[in-house]
């Protein structure tokens, strides 16, 4: 069942086990009271859907259905609506910029996807953007050795944009998918967003096939909506990669994300290693937070 989303499942097990609880406690109700409301309202809270969000599915549980459809799929179809969005991985530029806060998982997102394009038969070049920390250059460096990739990386240069200006235009050049990593940044820093903005003007001397992917932390929840609201404020923010989904995480983020902000989640983590990387299909993933009858 469920194939590639099997980590996913596992990793969102709290939150599923709650809300599937809860489904079940009002499962013989033909209408829902105003405990029962609160009930659902709280379990979803908890998965980290926006408060908007909510709303709509206790509006649409409100109105009577003489359908014997039952109450966790009416929620499932009105999440599922949320989530519409016209987004395919193949929309996917042939230069990706990763950008978010610092451990969100860029670098190793940027290992699986190199991974993931050159196991489709593209070649890859990885661009070690976070020019910053020795330790930064190496975790790269080690993930296109293991990967067999080719990277760029510039020991004499501080300048981010100056090492990802010279990856693209190489890249391109020899027909590679180019995925930059950058450092990561608070996006209170404006010094370090304005680099951000100046290592994409860069780049696109060189090419406008540019996707900038923001890397989020599942588990940091609402407050990571706040993050991509300020990161889109300086570089316009073309698709989402949610991180760390086998781990801790609550899972409501990329409903958020999708129906709030109308940015498509690309891809979504579920591990450390270079192939814990899969594309977001979300009604596997809302079978992730809501439950499957065929659990
Ligand atoms: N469980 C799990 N761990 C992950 C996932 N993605 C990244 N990590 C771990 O999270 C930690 C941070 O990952 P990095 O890729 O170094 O994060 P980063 O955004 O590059 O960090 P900075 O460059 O310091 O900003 C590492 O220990 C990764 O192994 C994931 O999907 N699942
Ligand atoms: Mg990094």
């Known amino acids: 069942m469920l194939g590639i989303f099997k980590k996913t499942f596992k990793g969102l097990e709290k939150t599923r086990?709650?809300?599937?609880?809860?489904f079940s406690l009002i499962s013989n109700k033909s209408y829902l009271d105003e405990s029962d409301i609160e009930l659902l309202e709280d379990c979803l809270s908890q998965a980290d859907i926006s408060y908007?969000?909510?709303?709509?599915?206790?509006?649409?549980?409100?109105?009577?259905?003489s359908s014997s459809i039952n109450w966790k799929d009416r929620a499932h179809k009105v999440l599922l609506s949320k989530l519409v969005i016209?987004?395919?991985?193949?929309?996917?530029?042939?230069?990706?910029?990763?950008?978010?806060?610092?451990?969100?998982?860029?670098?190793?997102?940027?290992?699986?996807?190199?991974?993931?394009?050159s196991s489709n038969g593209e070649k890859?070049?990885?661009?070690?953007?976070?020019?910053?920390?020795?330790?930064?250059?190496?975790?790269?460096?080690?993930?296109?050795?293991?990967?067999?990739?080719?990277?760029?990386?510039?020991?004499?240069?501080?300048?981010?944009?100056?090492v990802a200006f010279d990856g693209v235009e190489s890249g391109m050049s020899r027909g590679e998918r180019v995925i930059v990593d950058t450092a990561g940044r608070l996006?209170?820093?404006?010094?370090?967003?304005?680099e951000l903005e100046k290592i994409h003007r860069v780049i696109s001397k060189v090419t406008d096939q540019i996707t900038t992917l923001m890397v989020i932390d599942g588990n940091i929840g609402k407050n990571s909506l706040m993050q991509l609201e300020h990161f889109n404020k300086y570089l316009n923010i073309d698709g989402i990669i949610i991180t760390k989904l086998d781990g801790t995480a609550k899972g409501g983020v990329a409903l958020t994300a999708i129906s709030e902000y109308n940015i498509?989640?690309?891809?979504?983590?579920?591990?450390?290693?270079?192939?814990?990387?899969?594309?977001?299909?979300?009604?596997?993933y809302l079978k992730s937070i809501l439950g499957d009858d065929g659990e």
């Not at 996006?187 to 304005?194: A, K, V």
Request: aromatic fraction near 6%.
């Open 17 to 22: 086990k709650k809300v599937a609880n809860a």
């Open 52 to 65: 908007p969000i909510i709303e709509n599915v206790v509006d649409e549980l409100k109105v009577k259905d």
């Open 86 to 117: 016209s987004q395919s991985v193949d929309d996917i530029k042939k230069v990706i910029i990763l950008v978010g806060i610092n451990g969100s998982g860029k670098t190793t997102s940027a290992a699986k996807l190199a991974q993931y394009y």
């Open 124 to 162: 890859v070049c990885l661009v070690a953007g976070d020019t910053y920390r020795a330790a930064a250059v190496e975790q790269i460096e080690t993930w296109s050795d293991r990967l067999n990739v080719r990277l760029v990386q510039n020991p004499n240069t501080t300048d981010p944009a100056s």
């Open 187 to 194: 996006h209170t820093s404006t010094n370090l967003m304005n």
């Open 264 to 284: 498509p989640v690309y891809y979504i983590g579920v591990g450390e290693g270079s192939d814990d990387l899969i594309p977001f299909i979300p009604d596997d």
